[in-house]
């Protein structure tokens, strides 16, 4: 089947790293995303992971993938208040095109 | 270079009644998805347009439909709303051959009532 799931809320002091993790039921997911939903507004692509890799560093952000435990995360260096927006974890699976969302994680930034 | 547009931004209805919803893919892409996200979810996959017609529909009912012009632009029709149709719609756009990166616009707020 498929399902993506996160935990639902997570808050960081300002200049922390913080980590949202996500896992996902589909073993044929071929690539991994983290999408950011600031109040009001659409999703904003911040990332991806094809899944025969295991690491994916772009700037303050770095992706983990296990992909024999189906996990997935997401590490945000020097955490700003700018960083706080609600994450979303999502999964394309073979021949789809169709993105799978988990329920999202809100991140808040305490200065 | 453009971004993905919708419109409106808002819109309110009555059940029963019928609604269009637009969106522009952005510069370069031909592709089109729209997703449903209700209040405090993931957003859900309606269907994909390419090459003006349906290539995959997730799952919802058939009072759900969409076209794709030429331009790549394209059109969400929701008839007889209900209650439970309030929600975000958002639209995707993608490269048709690369779908594997979708770029969201800021979205359309329905309220039925």
């Known amino acids: 089947g498929e399902d993506v799931e996160q935990s639902l809320f997570l808050s960081v002091r300002e200049g922390d790293s913080s980590v949202i993790n996500c896992t996902y039921t589909d073993s044929s997911s071929t690539y991994l995303y983290w999408y950011k939903q600031e109040p009001g507004a659409g999703l904003q692509l911040l990332t991806y992971?094809?899944?025969?890799?295991d690491m994916k560093q772009d700037q303050r952000l770095t992706v983990l993938l296990n992909k024999k435990d189906k996990h997935l995360s997401l590490r945000i260096a020097d955490t700003q208040t700018g960083d706080s927006a609600i994450y979303f974890c999502?999964?394309?699976?073979?021949?789809?095109?169709?993105?799978?969302f988990g329920s999202g994680t809100r991140l808040l930034v305490r200065p | 270079d453009a971004g993905v547009t919708q419109s409106p931004t808002h819109l309110i209805k009555t059940r029963g009644q019928q609604v269009t919803l637009r969106c522009s893919p952005k510069s370069g892409h031909d592709t089109v998805s729209w997703y449903q996200q209700a209040l405090g979810q993931g957003p859900q996959f309606i269907f994909q347009?390419?090459?003006?017609?349906?290539?995959q529909r997730g799952n919802f009912p058939d009072r759900f439909s969409g076209h794709q012009f030429p331009n790549y632009s394209s059109e969400l029709n929701v008839n007889a709303l209900l209650l439970g149709d309030s929600a975000l719609y958002l639209c995707?756009?993608?490269?048709?051959?690369?779908?594997?990166?979708?770029?969201f616009g800021p979205g359309t707020r329905l309220t039925v009532t």
């Open positions: 992971i094809f899944s025969n890799m």
């Open positions: 347009y390419y090459e003006e017609e349906e290539r």
């Open positions: 999502a999964e394309t699976a073979d021949s789809s095109y169709k993105l799978i």
């Open positions: 995707a756009s993608s490269d048709g051959t690369d779908t594997y990166e979708q770029y």
